[in-house]
């Protein structure tokens, strides 16, 4: 910065005569006029005056105030008390602010010469004149504290009737870190203003070289004709070069025809730069793929994290995207972090480019080995004639415009005081083409979420938007009421009509809630709370889209526009009321009853049904309405929780019933009891992270004779359910307390995790499934050829059905995050899954043998294949070393694989990825088969990574956002965040 508060101290060498010589320039700044004892003596008297006249007061009769208050004009009415306070306050003279000698010296530094003479050689003073005018000539090491700035010069010149001061030589001037080097300096003291000429100014980490170096005002400083750097070499190696430069006190850069250079030559140009201290980053990267073509991905983002305005977003991020294959597309993203608004705002427009895959394939050689699936633009457009009906199809290269929005805005408000919060929340997307991100989200870049270090942003999994889900909520509690609104709307997009058409809205709905404490229990002195619940909604479900119909006909126009078809609206009114109270049965037992009464009403409308009563839309409607009247009853709830134990082990059983003795139609199944269900669970939290647990739950309704299908004791038990799931720590062992991560020291880790969740099929006490996943984790620890292991996991998922193996799921992946040396690092990610479980079990030979076949004859009798392999025998099968036919019949398959190679230079992050999804189409004369194959793509990507003043803990939290780089909290625990580990 420049200008701002700096310290000072005199020295033995500045001459009497050069302190005079201010006293002749700036003779208002001679100190106070006043005698402080004098106006001490005075604040004194007026203290003593004012305690005798209270006393007077106080000792006047009721008579006495009366007639000297009518003497002084002063109204008379009121009580006595009234009376005497009136007439103090007008004998009574204002108290004088009190004299200390702290409000002195504040006095005399108001009035002190705005220049203060720190250190001199020698001075002249010149040109006295009767204006008391003149010029104070300073030499040799001058030393001089302006206003708040500490200034050094050979020589310093002092003008009290332009009131200005001019340095030359060796010109310096500090400010805490910031400091001003340059040739000629030039202040007026009256503007507040100062130029300095050839300037450099230093503010760490970045440096501003110019011509000329102003100050506009108290936070705006211009430097013209100069650059900025973060490289601290006396010659730059890369540089920022600008006609104009503004810079903010809150260090924010704003640059004007800027010109980036390195070693001198200059590199690119922009128009404009903006630079806060939370940070900037530029992306460019360029790469080939196999369906998109060769592509071209460009990013800018800049940041505000103090706006001016509640609503100005603190970032923003530009994409500009060129795809050889595919088109254009421009991208804007805004995002704002605040306690009272919050929101993300994404918009896009694409030209896309129609293409289709072709029957024949790539030399897989060609184009550096990138690509064996062949993409082509010439499309069928149309008929060639559409008049004539010639037989005659018009192709060549279509483009069709694609626009996005996504909006999610919160705005909230908190009253403490009186007890009232406010929530308000906007979710709003839309699409003009279902494929949009799938198509143009394709970019390699770090992941946006602290928790999620390998999730690349935006990376093209088959992200097709089917559905599209529009909300409007408001929520607001007062004390313990809570009042519920929301509007909601569900899109489907329909292929015929190449558009969304709503699928389901929730029109309005309210909820009403209100628990309050009406007492406590008698005997343990638990709270009793009153529950009051209000609740209402309104469902409309839509159907296909309809066409519109050829007038005075009843055909449909197959060139007529797309409508939504309402299929039915529901409503749904219910209202309860009742009691709960939370008891602890002393230290290892508590009892949790609740009892409910209430009523609920559902209907339902079929506008779009016609009128014949004979028809099957007719029927299905009048049954379903009847299930509704089923479920419109008054009713009663009970839900009682028991549990008891410790918390190493404890079991704890839910009882829960619902009768409805009043129900617009009976059931006839379940009659009046509609829930009867008790659920039993076995929990333990021995270890810390881990989490143990047995469920189940048993069904104790009675069910109607008439439709008993011979329900037994056993059946009547759901699945159970036992889940074992956490983390060996290698280092911390099985402690039962781990501290919190604001506590812990060390910043690496090693284990194992482990889920398992198994589910018993407990009507029929046999197993059904089991999905166990396993997995080494390891972080922040080094190898001798490699610096760093920032992390690292191994693991594998095994979905096993036991009844029917042919269904089981195998998983394999592979992550890893790795710094080689202090410039380079590596980034792997691998994810493999088994697409023909089947021919991993002996489920085929059994069978096999029971058909008197063999699987060669079954797999060409069905199509698929069922020949037997093992796990070694599909991996050696896999390496390609066996052909490729053995190569394309493996059981192991990769899904996703991502590599990178990451060198960080000088601010700069240089980035060679490759990148393999497994992608399916439609294929064939019809459509109907499935063409498998590898989207692949090779990109290199240069990243600007460093531009940002500061190196505090705010700044650095906001790039991660900023930057979408993910820190783990143990990396950051002890020195922080360092450029290094990003």
Sequence with gaps: MFFLILGFTYSPQLHSQDTEGLKLLFPDFAGPKTNPQDEERKATTQSIQRNLVQKSVDTMTDREVDDTLRNLGLNHQ??????????????????????????????????????????????????????????????????????????????????????????????????????????????????????????????????????????????????????????NAELPHESFQAKKIMIHDDKSVVAYMVTYKVGGTPMFF????????????????????????????????????????????????????????????????????????????????????????????????????????????????????????????????????????????????????????KNL????????????????????????????????????????????????????????????????????????????????????????????????????????????????????????????????????????????????????????????????????????????????????????????????????????????????????????????????????????????????????????????????????????????????????????SEYNPGISNTQRWYYTVMRIGGFIDFVDGFKTRRPSLLERKRNFYSGIFINNDYVHHTPQNRPLSNNLTLSYKMGGFSWPIVRAFRSLEVGSTWYHVYKDNYLDSYRFFFRTDTKISRYAGIELELDSRVTEPWRLTALAQGQFYALSTTPELYTSQTGTNYDQTTIWEDTAAGTGLQGQDKRQKAVFNINRFMMTFKLDLHNWEYRLGYSMNLRALPGGLSGNNQLTFYDQSVYFSVNLTNFSFGESAPSTATRIRLYRFRKRPLDGSTTGVSSESQ
């Excluded at 005497?84 to 702290?102: F, K, S, W």
């Excluded at 809205?505 to 009153?530: C, E, H, K």
Aim: aromatic residues 12%.
């Design 78 to 231: 009121g009580t006595i008390y009234i009376k005497r306070e009136r007439l103090r306050e007008a004998l009574v003279p204002p108290l004088a602010p009190e004299i200390t000698q702290e409000s002195i010296l504040g006095a005399q530094k108001k009035k002190e010469s705005p220049i203060q003479i720190q250190n001199a050689a020698e001075g002249q003073l010149l040109n006295i004149d009767k204006t008391q005018g003149g010029v104070l000539v300073l030499r040799g090491k001058v030393k001089l504290k302006i206003r708040d700035g500490e200034l050094e010069a050979d020589s310093v010149s002092i003008d009290s009737a332009r009131q200005e001061i001019y340095a030359e030589g060796g010109v310096e001037y500090r400010d805490g870190q910031a400091k001003v080097n340059g040739e000629r300096f030039l202040y007026d003291i009256k503007l507040n203003q100062g130029v300095v000429y050839n300037s450099k100014l230093s503010v760490y980490p970045s440096f501003f070289i110019g011509q000329k170096l102003k100050r506009l005002d108290e936070k705006r400083y211009l430097l013209e004709m100069g650059y900025f750097t973060a490289c």
């Design 270 to 421: 922009l128009p404009f730069l903006y630079n806060s201290e939370s940070g900037n980053g530029w992306m460019v990267q360029m790469g080939k793929n196999n369906t998109q073509g060769w592509f071209m991905q460009n990013s800018y983002q800049w940041s505000d994290p103090y706006p001016n305005s509640i609503f100005l977003a603190n970032g923003y991020k530009f994409r500009f995207d060129l795809y050889e294959k595919t088109g254009q597309a421009v991208n804007l993203e805004l995002w704002k972090v605040s306690p009272n608004l919050n929101y993300n705002i994404n918009m896009g427009y694409a030209n896309y480019k129609k293409n289709a895959i072709t029957s024949v394939y790539e030399d897989r050689f060609k184009n550096f080995g990138i690509g064996n699936a062949a993409v082509t633009n010439t499309v069928d457009r149309g008929e060639q004639f559409p008049n004539l009906g010639l037989p005659y199809r018009n192709t060549g290269v279509d483009y069709d415009p694609w626009w996005k929005g996504e909006f999610r805005i919160n705005a909230k408000s908190n009253d403490f005081n009186k007890d009232v919060t």
């Design 425 to 704: 929340q906007l979710i709003y997307e839309n699409y003009s083409n279902y494929r949009y991100n799938y198509e143009f989200g394709n970019r390699y870049e770090p992941s946006n979420s602290i928790q999620s270090l390998f999730t690349q942003r935006d990376v093209r999994y088959g992200n097709i938007r089917n559905l599209l889900n529009w909300t409007l909520n408001y929520t607001e509690n007062r004390g313990d009421l809570s009042v519920h609104m929301g509007l909601s709307r569900t899109m489907l997009y329909q292929l015929q009509a190449n558009k969304y058409f709503a699928a389901q809205d929730g029109l309005p709905s309210v909820t009403i809630r209100n628990s309050t404490q009406v007492g406590a229990t008698p005997y343990w002195n638990s709270p009793i709370y009153w529950d009051l619940t209000f609740q209402t909604n309104i469902n409309r479900l839509y159907g296909a889209p309809t066409q519109s119909k050829i007038p005075y006909t009843n055909t449909t126009d197959i060139n007529g526009q797309y409508k939504d078809y309402v299929l039915r609206t529901q409503t749904m009114v219910l209202g309860e009321t009742g009691f709960r109270s939370p008891i602890a049965l002393g230290t290892y037992a508590s009892f949790t009853p609740s009892i409910y009464a209430g009523a609920q009403k559902q209907t339902v409308e079929f506008p779009g049904s016609g009128t014949d009563s004979n028809s099957p839309d007719i029927q299905t409607n009048k049954a379903y309405a009847n299930i509704l009247k089923q479920q419109s009853y008054q009713y009663v709830r009970q839900a009682h929780t028991a549990r008891i134990g410790i918390p190493e082990i404890f079991f704890s059983t839910t009882y829960r019933k619902l009768d409805a003795p009043k129900a617009e139609l009976k059931d006839p199944v379940l009659g009046t009891v509609r829930q009867h269900e008790a659920e039993f669970a076995l929990e333990s939290y021995a270890l810390s992270d881990w989490d143990v647990s047995l469920r189940t739950i048993r069904d104790l309704r009675n069910i109607s």
